[in-house]
């Protein structure tokens, strides 16, 4: 039996060498005969070939390969596949960032003539978005060594770093592709492999729902995008983007919104973000960190290369965005408030940031539309740059998250405590993390906010129109810093401080250096922005004015040396308080006990929990979030078993669920009696529609 | 240098206005009160203690005090104290203040949280809720300020020129700031009708609940960061009600101080006669505050 299961192994090995034989002899020829179309831009200073980027991608595949390979030697495939998938993205990330810091553009052709030529394009915008991709996939993949350590499932894990690999490397192809057919295969690509990703527990019930929520989400998504390209192509003529900005006004407005409703739904936008609460928590941490921190970013890419290729200068526009982004960042993180599975708060935290994100790109837009270039260059930088800083402490975030799960072996909040005692390491990277997520100083994502609120503060002179705007992005932006605040006050103060609620919890072990180190190095990164932010400004606002989005140097931009000056004082300090406290007191502290009002015995479970610490907040923000209670109160002088439970439901998805799944599913069940399992009866319909359709184009047609 | 004299005199003066609020309180139900130095006694008093600390907690209830306190004395490095120019100012420090303060804020929260304590979580869970509201119209009034004075810095608000430009227009922007920024105080100094700093039960406190396990110097440290909060948003307050301007800095420096005494008398009168609301009421307290900045921005539209 075990002799037969091992020849299966190989022969299933043996055709998945076929296949890629046979994909690589189509492919050969045409790398042979392609030539590098169109260089543009000075050509000294290149220190890498302008097709870094692709041996990258390629170096990505060949690592996930790798793991499927030698999946048979668990721990030799694991490595094998991490270091060349990292060794890939560090290449690619060394030159993606070489591209930001000499500003150039280069258009890479292959397959010149042919009807679907594969043409690149490597900009600074482009690029800055694989770095970010790149750089988080290393970490993700050093930290899956740790994480994907069981060894029954070694053929499992193999694909799973193939599926990795293969949603790294179409990211990136995702950002470098310039025509809407490539783009759209690497897109579909993404979303395939990370679906399958997101079903690496797919024999589980949940994860198998959760799975097809995201199958579908991803594929109606991918379907307006399609629709978008489609539209533009009957425009144009031309599946290039390069064609996109010559398209009349009302078809560049269609094609944006049928865009913008994919991409967004790729980003999570509000109305169309329900996929994150499912996919992200069922995904292995690794994954959800890649998804959450970078994939969801495709989706923002994808609408500022629309905006870009279409040059849109729109006010409406400017208030779509900015309104749907007011909307994803507070209810976002309202709905995160009202959740008790870690992963599916952050989850829901993405969408808050997506929402900061949108509140940037909307204030920029607006202020383009009304001249006013600081603004627009303060709004797309802060967006641009909380694009990188989203992606740096939620990826810190979601690995630490799934440390604890790994650890304790709950998702659930009220079931853990007093991890900050047994796994300092990762508590600290997760306090850097909610800090930094919660907009404080002096930690990244106050950085980007700081740009966007900066942008916000010039508008208040000029316009009614701009003046509006502006404080609403301001005051949006103050209660989503409030809000998140208060969110991850809970997740750290509930559930790693405080006292062990389960056994689990207080038997919790710190985990392995595999997953540590890319925590630290990610909260280490999240500090540097921080302290100094000055260089990572800089460069990104250029960036954001070599998007001809804006022209002008701003001088506002001085206020970021004199942070870090604050900083230093601030830390400088407080070392020397911390110092003098422990020279003071070191013989006159004393241990002792919380205060429990006289009350002797106390138990773990008497603790303010989640949700109570939560619910002043999610009751305030009633109308959007449906609480469902489950709940036995106590009854009588000898009360039996009391029960409490509290679900939250977002608004979109209820909404969502009565006009669209509802219908649906009913119109679909009238279709059930054509779909009866008899094959024949398919075959029938088949030559049924095809004749139809012959009978049309022959007869109607002609 | 002018600035760093009046840092260092407003920061050693900080104890003398909480406790003018506990005298008038006194006062005006008939008894002599404490001495106006009780709060540096107290301190003192915390300093020579020993500190004790829950066996629950971790490193972050030890470095909590350190934060808050080092925020605040932070924080009043920006602050414009008798309108001359502050230690440090630049465009947009007044973000950073703010967020130097959710900084500490947030420190208080994981510090209280820390504890394992019942009352500890809902402290927290209340002080979360109402500082994010208050956060909201405080940015609101920044806006109205920067709108009107064109400055984005708390120098160009509250300076000598800022302060001015509000009561412009029939000072009709300088009061509602007033009343807004009041309102703000009263909500993060825990103060009546939002929370009553003198209550004995740990279920109705708000911000005393969350300092219930510091002890010794810990205390003290927060108790003197409380007291610079209440510096802060006091001279926010003292600058907006008596923008002078005089040429003598001696001059501007005391009035700045007549304007804390008149805040601090201010919330005594009030907490003397005034009852706590109940929780929910806290509520509609804050929004009102945030409409009133509302309402102060939308009638400063079509100021030039």
């Given at each position: 039996?075990?002799y037969?299961?091992?020849?299966?192994?190989?022969?299933?090995k043996l055709?998945?060498?076929?296949?890629?034989s046979v994909v690589l002899?189509f492919?050969?020829?045409?790398m042979a005969?392609?030539?590098?179309?169109?260089?543009?831009g000075?050509?000294?200073?290149d220190?890498?070939?302008h097709?870094?980027?692709?041996l990258s991608?390629?170096i990505?595949m060949?690592?996930?390969l790798l793991g499927?390979?030698?999946?048979?030697w668990?721990?030799?495939s694991?490595?094998?596949?991490?270091?060349?998938i990292?060794?890939g993205?560090?290449?690619g990330c060394i030159?993606a960032?070489t591209i930001?810091?000499?500003?150039?553009?280069?258009e890479?052709?292959?397959?010149m003539?042919?009807?679907?030529?594969l043409?690149?394009k490597?900009d600074?915008?482009?690029?800055?978005?694989?770095?970010?991709v790149l750089?988080?996939s290393i970490?993700a993949a050093i930290?899956?060594y740790?994480?994907?350590d069981d060894k029954?499932?070694?053929l499992?894990i193999?694909?799973?770093y193939?599926?990795?690999?293969?949603?790294?490397?179409?990211?990136?192809?995702?950002?470098?592709?310039?025509?809407s057919?490539i783009?759209?295969?690497?897109?579909?690509?993404m979303?395939i492999?990370?679906?399958?990703?997101?079903?690496?527990d797919g024999?589980?019930?949940?994860?198998k729902?959760?799975g097809y929520?995201?199958?579908?989400y991803t594929?109606?998504?991918?379907?307006f995008?399609?629709?978008s390209?489609a539209?533009?192509?009957?425009?144009t003529?031309s599946i290039?983007?390069?064609?996109?900005s010559s398209?009349p006004?009302?078809v560049?407005?269609a094609?944006?919104?049928l865009g913008?409703?994919?991409?967004?739904?790729?980003?999570?936008?509000?109305?169309?973000?329900s996929?994150?609460p499912?996919a992200?928590?069922?995904?292995?941490?690794h994954?959800?960190?890649?998804?959450?921190?970078v994939?969801?970013k495709?989706?923002?890419?994808?609408?500022?290369m629309?905006?870009?290729?279409?040059?849109?200068?729109?006010?409406?526009?400017?208030?779509?965005i900015?309104?749907l982004?007011?909307?994803?960042?507070i209810?976002?993180?309202?709905?995160a408030?009202a959740q008790?599975d870690?992963?599916?708060l952050l989850?829901?935290?993405s969408?808050?940031?997506i929402?900061?994100?949108l509140?940037?790109?909307?204030?920029?837009?607006?202020?383009k539309?009304?001249?006013n270039?600081?603004?627009?260059l303060l709004g797309?930088a802060?967006?641009l740059?909380h694009?990188l800083?989203?992606?740096?402490?939620?990826?810190?975030l979601?690995?630490?998250?799934g440390a604890?799960i790994?650890s304790?072996?709950?998702?659930?909040?009220?079931?853990?405590?007093g991890?900050?005692k047994?796994?300092?390491?990762?508590?600290l990277?997760f306090?850097?993390?909610s800090?930094?997520i919660?907009?404080?100083?002096?930690?990244?994502?106050?950085?980007?906010?700081?740009?966007?609120?900066m942008?916000?503060f010039?508008?208040l002179?000029s316009s009614?129109?701009?003046?509006?705007a502006?404080?609403f992005g301001i005051i949006?932006?103050?209660?989503?810093g409030?809000?998140a605040?208060?969110c991850?006050t809970?997740v750290?103060?509930i559930?790693f401080?405080?006292?062990?609620?389960t056994?689990a919890s207080?038997?919790?072990?710190?985990s392995?250096y595999s997953m540590?180190i890319p925590?630290i190095?990610?909260?280490l990164?999240?500090?540097?922005?921080g302290?100094?932010?000055?260089?990572?400004v800089?460069?990104i606002?250029?960036i954001?004015q070599?998007?001809?989005?804006?022209?002008i140097?701003?001088?506002?931009?001085?206020v970021f040396p004199?942070?870090?000056?604050?900083y230093l004082?601030?830390?400088?300090?407080?070392?020397i308080?911390?110092?003098i406290?422990?020279?003071?007191?070191?013989?006159?502290?004393?241990?002792g006990?919380?205060?429990d009002?006289?009350?002797s015995a106390p138990t773990?479970?008497?603790?303010?929990?989640?949700s109570?610490?939560?619910?002043p907040?999610?009751?305030f923000?009633k109308?959007f979030?449906i609480i469902?209670?489950?709940e036995?109160p106590v009854?009588?002088?000898f009360?039996?078993?009391?029960?409490?439970h509290?679900?939250?439901?977002?608004?979109a998805e209820?909404?969502f669920e009565l006009?669209?799944?509802k219908?649906?599913?009913y119109?679909?069940?009238l279709?059930?009696?054509?779909?009866?399992g008899?094959?024949?009866y398919?075959?029938?319909y088949?030559?049924v529609?095809?004749s139809?359709?012959?009978a049309?184009?022959?007869?109607?047609r002609? | 240098?002018?600035?760093?004299?009046?840092?260092?005199l407003?920061?050693?003066?900080?104890?003398?206005?909480p406790?003018v609020i506990d005298?008038?309180?006194a006062v005006s139900v008939g008894?002599k009160?404490?001495s106006?130095?009780i709060?540096?006694?107290d301190?003192?008093?915390?300093?020579?203690?020993?500190?004790?600390?829950s066996?629950?907690?971790t490193w972050?209830?030890?470095?909590?005090?350190?934060?808050?306190i080092i925020t605040?004395?932070?924080?009043l490095l920006?602050f414009?104290?008798a309108?001359?120019k502050?230690?440090?100012?630049?465009?947009?420090?007044?973000?950073v203040?703010?967020y130097?303060?959710?900084l500490?804020?947030?420190?208080?929260?994981l510090?209280?949280?820390?504890?394992a304590?019942?009352f500890?979580?809902?402290?927290?869970?209340?002080?979360?809720?109402m500082?994010?509201?208050?956060?909201?119209?405080?940015?609101m009034?920044?806006?109205?300020?920067?709108?009107?004075t064109?400055?984005?810095?708390l120098?160009?608000f509250?300076?000598?020129i800022?302060a001015?430009?509000l009561?412009?227009?029939a000072?009709i922007?300088a009061?509602?700031?007033?009343?807004?920024?009041f309102?703000?105080?009263?909500?993060?100094n825990a103060?009546?009708?939002?929370d009553?700093?003198?209550?004995?039960?740990?279920?109705?406190?708000?911000?005393e609940?969350?300092?219930?396990d510091?002890?010794?110097?810990d205390?003290?440290l927060?108790?003197?960061g409380?007291?610079?909060?209440?510096?802060?948003?006091?001279?926010?307050?003292?600058?907006?009600?008596f923008?002078?301007?005089y040429?003598i800095?001696?001059l501007?420096?005391?009035?700045?101080?007549v304007?804390l005494?008149?805040?601090?008398?201010?919330?005594?009168?009030?907490e003397?006669?005034?009852v706590?609301?109940?929780?929910?009421r806290?509520?509609?307290?804050?929004?009102?505050s945030?409409?009133i900045?509302?309402?102060a921005?939308i009638?400063s539209i079509?100021?030039?």
């Open positions: 039996m075990i037969n299961r091992a020849k299966l192994d190989i022969k299933k055709m998945y060498f076929l296949c890629l002899i492919i050969s020829p045409a005969n392609s030539g590098i179309g169109m260089t543009s000075v050509e000294y200073g220190i890498l070939p097709s870094t980027i692709i991608m390629a990505i060949l690592g996930g499927v390979l030698f999946s048979k668990f721990n030799l694991r490595i094998i596949s991490i270091l060349t990292s060794v993205s560090l290449l030159y960032i930001i810091l000499n500003n150039k553009t280069y890479l052709t292959y397959l003539g042919y009807l679907i030529p043409s690149f490597i600074p915008i482009s690029m800055f978005f694989s770095a970010v750089l988080v970490m930290y899956s740790g994480y994907m029954k499932r070694k499992a193999g694909f799973q193939l599926n990795f690999a293969v949603l790294v490397a179409s990211m990136v192809g995702v950002t470098i592709s310039n025509n057919i783009f759209l295969l690497f897109w579909e690509l979303s492999s990370s679906f399958l990703l997101v079903m690496f024999f589980k019930e949940e994860v729902k959760s929520i995201y199958l579908i594929h109606a998504g991918g379907m995008i399609f629709a390209f539209l533009a192509y009957m425009s003529g290039s983007f390069d064609h996109f398209m006004d009302i560049k407005m094609v944006f919104l913008f409703i994919g991409f967004a739904s790729k980003a999570g936008v509000f109305p169309f973000h996929w994150l499912y992200h928590p069922v995904a292995p941490s994954v959800s960190a890649v998804m959450s921190g994939m969801i495709m989706g923002i890419y994808g609408i500022i629309l905006l870009l290729l279409l040059g849109i200068n729109n006010i409406y526009i400017g208030y779509l900015l309104i982004g007011i909307l994803s960042g209810l976002g993180v309202v709905y408030l008790h870690i992963k599916r989850a829901y935290h969408v808050e940031n929402g900061i994100i509140i940037g790109l909307g204030i920029g837009l607006i202020g539309y009304y001249n270039e600081t603004i627009a797309f802060g967006a740059l694009v800083n989203h992606a740096l402490f939620k990826s810190l979601f690995m630490g998250a604890v790994k304790t072996g709950t998702h659930s909040l009220e079931e853990m405590g991890l900050m047994r796994m300092p390491t990762t508590s990277a306090l850097i993390g800090l930094a919660s907009g404080i100083p002096p930690f990244n994502g106050f950085v980007s906010e700081l740009l966007i609120y942008g916000g010039n508008g002179n009614i129109g701009l003046l509006t502006s404080t949006a932006l103050a209660l989503i409030g809000l605040t208060a991850f809970k750290l103060g559930s401080l405080g006292e062990p609620k056994k207080a038997n919790a072990k710190e392995p540590r925590q190095i990610l909260a990164i999240c500090v540097i922005i302290i100094l932010p000055t260089f990572f800089y460069s606002t250029k954001a070599n998007l001809n989005l804006v022209e140097t701003c001088s506002q931009l001085s004199k942070l870090t000056e604050i004082i601030l830390i400088a300090l407080i070392s308080l911390v110092v406290r422990a020279l003071i007191y070191r013989t006159k502290t004393v241990d006990y919380t205060w009002c006289g009350y773990a479970k008497m603790q303010y929990t989640a109570s610490y939560a619910s907040i999610v009751e923000f109308p979030v469902k209670l489950h036995k009854e009588g002088i009360p039996s078993k009391a029960k409490y509290s679900e939250s439901k977002d608004l209820a909404v006009l669209l799944v219908p649906i599913s119109g679909l069940l279709l059930r009696y054509l779909k009866d008899n094959f024949n398919y075959m029938g088949v030559i529609l095809i139809v359709l012959l049309y184009i022959y007869l109607i002609w | 240098m002018e600035s760093i004299i009046y840092y260092i407003t920061v050693s003066l900080a104890p003398l206005f406790a005298k008038i309180k008894k009160g404490p106006l130095f709060k540096y006694y301190l003192i008093r915390f300093l020579k203690k020993e500190l004790v600390y066996k629950s907690t972050i209830f030890r470095f909590a005090p350190l934060i808050i605040y004395l932070l924080a920006f414009p104290i309108g001359e502050p230690v440090i100012s630049f465009n947009y420090d007044f973000i203040v703010v130097l303060f959710a500490s804020r947030f420190f208080l929260l510090s209280s949280l820390n504890t304590s019942s500890e979580g809902m402290g927290a869970s209340r002080e979360a809720f500082s994010f509201l208050a956060e909201g119209s405080l940015f009034t920044f806006i109205l300020a920067v709108k009107l064109g400055v984005p810095s120098m160009g509250l300076g000598n800022g001015q430009i009561w412009h227009q000072g922007f009061i509602m700031s007033i009343i807004v920024i309102m703000i105080l009263i909500v993060e103060r009546k009708p939002i009553d700093p003198d209550t004995h039960l740990e279920l109705t406190m708000i911000h609940v969350m300092i219930l510091n002890s010794g110097p205390l003290g927060m108790e003197f409380s007291f610079l909060k209440f510096l802060f948003f006091g001279g926010v307050l003292s600058r907006l009600i923008p002078v301007d040429n800095g001696a501007n420096y005391l009035i700045f101080i304007g005494f008149i805040v601090a008398s201010a919330l005594g009168l009030l003397s006669i005034s706590r609301y109940k929780l929910p806290n509520t509609t307290f804050l929004i009102s945030f409409a900045a509302t309402l921005l009638f079509g100021v030039k």
